[in-house]
């Protein structure tokens, strides 16, 4: 087993509510490398997605699903992908009688994963899934049942959670480096300023604290090793004209966990910062950059310092050698269904309590 698994287990990372186990449940031949489709070919799949599945060992670039013919044809050539493997978004559903697809990962903006995971699930394919994993609990849970269903593994594109720096840190936080969590503090944001892009379209599951949102929450929730039990928010705009009717440009959070650890978290589409920053009884922790494709450094208490450098889009490849090997060998997934779930469910928290100006419980 790689150490990696090893210590996610020992530290909880891999709870026992995440012990999901694909292959007991679901009889597949067993194969030495997995077939991923991909659905949706725009900037994360044509630029760091399919270029990181030219590195991967458990798994391959094996088919395509878009709506575009010309984009169709560049993959196919470009990737050398057989015509059978080519599908659009209406025969999408005959993916289910493609022997040479065993996963499709959903790469679509956010209002659509609920659809293509659920149908993917449907044709019997294991599911990986883009983050943010849908735009409420709910959703995320219709995904999860229907996975669970059709007896097939739900995976959510966190690739932190894949990466050495940022599995280093959280071995150190959870062995008591630093003593017991009092204060965490995380940033996440960049300078969008696009205007009509699903980002800022809020029914397509736009607004910044589901996009980069979910980083600074897994920031919080990975450095506390906790649930938060209630949140407060603020958002403000810099561009109204833009951001406008619930549509976020800057969200600021404040997170209560069980122990008494709190949490500020920001994130934004207008403002360029990315760390992390921990205090504990002991001592601190910090991660900048924290959630980067690469270059994640930090310091800690003591003189330690985290530092595994390697080159994009390595990270993405991790994450999906790490699921493939999940699949294959009947283990537990990093991130399953269930860890986007609870993040989408303090990201709904945060917009009510930014709304209302009250405090938000969510036990
Ligand atoms: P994008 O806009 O570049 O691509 C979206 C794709 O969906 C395009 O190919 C587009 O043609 C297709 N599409 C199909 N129907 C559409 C519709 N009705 N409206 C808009 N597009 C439609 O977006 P992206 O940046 O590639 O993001 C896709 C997903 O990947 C999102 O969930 C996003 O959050 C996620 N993402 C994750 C990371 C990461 O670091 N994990 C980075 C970037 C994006």
């Known amino acids: 087993m790689p150490t990696r698994r090893i210590f996610l287990q020992q530290t909880g ?20 490398r997995l077939g991923v489709a991909l659905v949706g070919l725009g900037y994360y799949s044509t630029d760091l997605i399919a270029p990181a599945l030219q590195l ?81 609990e709910k959703e995320c849970q219709d995904m999860i049942n229907a996975c669970k269903q059709n007896k097939r593994s739900l995976a959510v594109g966190y690739r932190l959670q894949h990466e050495p720096n940022t599995q280093e840190y959280i071995k150190f936080l959870r062995e008591g480096k630093i003593g017991k969590i009092k204060m965490v503090s995380c940033s996440a944001g960049y300078n969008d300023n696009r205007t009509t892009h699903w980002k800022q379209k809020k029914e397509m599951g736009g607004g910044v604290m589901y996009d980069m949102g979910v980083y600074v929450l897994q920031g919080a929730r990975l450095a506390t090793g906790e649930e938060p039990i209630s949140v407060t928010a603020q958002q403000y705009t810099t561009r109204p004209e833009i951001y406008k009717n619930g549509l976020d440009e800057t969200t600021m959070a404040q997170l209560v966990f069980p122990s008494g650890a709190r949490a500020a978290v920001q994130t934004s ?5 990315n760390f992390l920053h921990v205090t504990g009884e002991k001592g601190f922790l910090k991660m900048e950059p924290y959630s980067a494709y690469n270059g994640q450094t930090g310091e800690a208490s003591g ?14 490849a991790m994450q999906m050698d790490d699921d493939a090997d999940a699949i294959m060998n009947n283990k537990p997934l990093i991130a399953p269904g269930e860890e986007g779930l609870r993040d989408i469910r303090i990201v709904e928290a945060i917009y009510r309590a930014a709304k209302s100006g009250q405090s938000v419980k969510l036990t």
């Open 13 to 32: 990372l891999i709870a026992s509510s995440l012990a999901f186990s694909p292959l007991s449940i679901a009889q597949s031949p067993k194969k030495d």
């Open 56 to 136: 991967t060992k458990n798994c391959y670039l094996a088919g395509i699903v878009t709506g575009t013919p010309s984009k169709a044809e560049t993959w196919a050539k470009k990737y050398n992908i057989p015509e059978k493997n080519v599908y659009n978004y209406q025969n999408f559903d005959k993916i289910a009688d493609n022997p040479d697809i065993d996963v499709v990962y959903v790469i679509l903006p956010p209002s659509m994963h609920r659809e293509y995971v659920i149908r993917a699930a449907k044709a019997g394919k294991h599911v990986w899934v883009e983050k943010p994993m849908a735009m409420t």
């Open 269 to 273: 589409f207008g403002i360029n910062m």
């Open 303 to 316: 003189g330690v310092k985290i530092k595994h450098p390697y080159d994009v889009p390595r990270q993405q």
